[in-house]
């Protein structure tokens, strides 16, 4: 697919950079101009020479210019405004330009986005005053520069916030801290499958779509250090998001979010059962997503001649996969609701349980099931110089495992043994959780694939 770019060179580079490194599937053309009135020109030019499939808005300023010279038969977009950019510029306004933030002037900004990303930061009661312009009056954006600078010169305001370079810079050259917006690099990503959606819709592909539905999710083993579990739920978050688009790529296939926790891959087929299902793709999102017993996934696969009817047939299928509580996809094709499981090839439960309580104690699986040997041989009651001899390891290295053993709450001081030298050693009954307490030589994965 070929998509147009138009928009201001700052902006039109940051899309560069996200296309090279996230997007190399994805052929581009630039079109540059710092001036938002010549949009139209271009967007007409695009059309005209027929070279792009697809048109690409840096903003929604630009394609308010070009918007009557978009022809309705070219999909387009633009990259809309996103609560990560907005609080990266109010960071950028408190650390550079020391504003206090309890009184700002935005332009294309909207307030109640501001105000909500303000809020999400814990400052509250900020007054955030609007720029009344019009983009269709003449000379907009100079009125906009005496906006904001009228705002500062008269103390309304501690800081200016615009999405447009032509704003930012003379009123910066005049020592009035104004701070240029920037599109998030994840909202290039998804304005660019938005399209390829569009794209692939239009086409239809021989009459079949396919639409793979996921859902996940990251729940809390316990109500302690919550800072680090939110910390590990946005962490489970993007790296999961990264898996999916990467999925995606390799399928040629289009993606879009629905919230933070839902995906839709749109894609041909062919290339579900070819490239998806044939080559384990749904396997490795599985697993990815399920290696530990507090991250879930679940997923519904539909096929359908419209990507309306493959998207309710995929939803369909998402839904009975999390009510039957299996870990089991499905997959929906035809009008009479019958759901055709498939093979997950899920890794088994004591597996994840394992993997997640090592990273939990921070110690290696492979250090973990010495732990379990030990116990196992010589019982659950010992002193740490035992555990030391049984997992062959130093008496430093297994006190710092048992601290951390002791944080998890697996340790219980039953005694003290005296050799007749130095201090009473601590024995101490050690009890991993139950999901750990099997035999790793029935297990066929205890030693990974």
Same mark, same amino acid.
């Given at each position: 697919?070929?998509?147009?770019?138009?928009?201001p060179s700052i902006t039109v580079n940051i899309i560069k950079n996200v296309a090279q490194r996230e997007l190399p599937d994805v052929q581009f053309v630039y079109h540059c101009s710092e001036f938002y009135e010549q949009a139209g020109e271009m967007a007409a030019a695009f059309?005209?020479? &027929?070279?792009?499939?697809?048109?690409?808005?840096? %903003?929604?300023?630009?394609?308010? @210019?070009?918007?009557?010279?978009?022809?309705? #038969?070219?999909?387009? /977009?633009?990259?809309?405004?996103?609560?990560?950019?907005?609080?990266?510029? *109010?960071?950028?306004?408190?650390? =550079? !330009?020391?504003?206090?933030?309890?009184?700002? /002037?935005?332009?294309? @900004?909207?307030?109640?986005?501001?105000?909500?990303?303000?809020?999400?930061?814990?400052?509250?009661?900020?007054?955030?005053?609007?720029?009344? +312009?019009?983009?269709? $009056?003449?000379? @907009?954006?100079?009125?906009?520069?005496?906006?904001?600078?009228?705002?500062?010169?008269?103390?309304?305001?501690?800081? +200016?916030?615009?999405?447009?370079?032509?704003?930012?810079?003379?009123?910066?050259?005049?020592?009035i801290p104004c701070v240029r917006i920037y599109p998030a690099e994840e909202i290039v990503q998804e304005q660019v499958y938005h399209l390829q959606i569009l794209d692939l819709s239009a086409r239809e592909n021989q009459g079949k779509l396919a639409v793979i539905a996921i859902h996940f999710d990251y729940t809390f083993d316990s109500?302690?250090?919550?800072?680090?579990?939110?910390?590990?739920?946005?962490?489970?978050?993007?790296?999961?998001?990264?898996?999916? @688009?990467?999925?995606?790529?390799?399928?040629?296939?289009?993606?879009?979010?629905?919230?933070?926790?839902?995906?839709?891959?749109?894609?041909?087929?062919?290339?579900?059962?070819?490239?998806?299902?044939?080559?384990?793709? !749904?396997?490795?999102?599985?697993?990815?997503?399920?290696?530990?017993?507090?991250?879930?996934?679940?997923?519904?696969?539909?096929?359908?001649?419209?990507?309306?009817?493959?998207?309710?047939?995929?939803?369909?299928?998402?839904? !009975?996969?999390?009510?039957?509580?299996?870990?089991?996809?499905?997959?929906?094709?035809?009008?009479?609701?019958?759901?055709?499981?498939?093979? #997950?090839?899920?890794?088994?439960?004591?597996?994840?349980?394992?993997?997640?309580?090592?990273?939990?104690?921070?110690?290696?699986?492979?250090?973990?099931?010495?732990?379990?040997? +030990?116990?196992?041989?010589?019982?659950?009651?010992?002193?740490?110089?035992?555990?030391? &001899?049984?997992?062959?390891?130093?008496?430093?290295?297994?006190? &710092?495992?048992?601290?951390?053993?002791?944080?998890?709450? +697996? =340790?219980?001081?039953?005694?003290? !043994?005296?050799?007749?030298?130095?201090?009473?050693? &601590?024995?101490?009954?050690?009890?991993?959780?139950?999901? *750990?307490?099997?035999? $790793?030589?029935?297990?066929?994965? /205890?030693? %990974?694939?």
């Open positions: 697919m070929k998509i147009g770019v138009i928009g059309q005209a020479q &027929r070279e792009v499939d697809a048109i690409l808005f840096t %903003g929604p300023t630009n394609f308010a @210019y070009a918007r009557k010279r978009v022809s309705p #038969t070219i999909p387009w /977009s633009y990259l809309p405004h996103s609560r990560t950019a907005a609080l990266q510029a *109010l960071l950028e306004a408190m650390a =550079v !330009h020391g504003s206090d933030l309890k009184a700002i /002037s935005v332009d294309r @900004y909207e307030p109640e986005l501001m105000r909500q990303v303000l809020e999400g930061a814990g400052i509250q009661g900020t007054k955030i005053i609007r720029a009344p +312009c019009d983009f269709e $009056e003449p000379g @907009y954006e100079k009125k906009l520069q005496e906006f904001h600078r009228g705002c500062y010169l008269r103390g309304e305001v501690s800081a +200016c916030f615009t999405s447009m370079e032509h704003i930012m810079e003379p009123l910066v050259a005049e020592g109500e302690q250090d919550l800072f680090i579990r939110e910390w590990e739920k946005m962490q489970y978050q993007n790296k999961f998001r990264e898996q999916v @688009y990467a999925a995606a790529q390799r399928m040629e296939a289009a993606v879009f979010g629905d919230g933070l926790d839902h995906f839709f891959i749109l894609t041909t087929r062919s290339m579900l059962m070819n490239a998806f299902l044939k080559n384990k793709e !749904h396997w490795k999102l599985l697993r990815f997503g399920q290696r530990s017993p507090e991250f879930k996934v679940w997923m519904g696969i539909g096929i359908g001649s419209a990507m309306l009817v493959a998207k309710s047939r995929a939803t369909m299928a998402l839904n !009975h996969a999390v009510k039957e509580h299996s870990g089991t996809s499905f997959l929906a094709e035809s009008e009479d609701r019958a759901l055709t499981p498939l093979d #997950t090839g899920a890794v088994p439960a004591p597996d994840q349980a394992a993997a997640f309580f090592a990273r939990k104690i921070q110690v290696s699986t492979d250090t973990l099931d010495k732990i379990r040997r +030990c116990l196992r041989s010589q019982g659950d009651t010992l002193t740490a110089d035992q555990l030391a &001899r049984g997992m062959g390891i130093t008496i430093r290295s297994v006190n &710092r495992i048992v601290s951390r053993l002791e944080e998890a709450g +697996c =340790v219980t001081v039953v005694g003290r !043994h005296s050799t007749g030298k130095g201090r009473p050693a &601590r024995v101490m009954k050690i009890a991993l959780p139950e999901s *750990l307490r099997w035999d $790793e030589m029935e297990n066929p994965f /205890s030693r %990974g694939e």
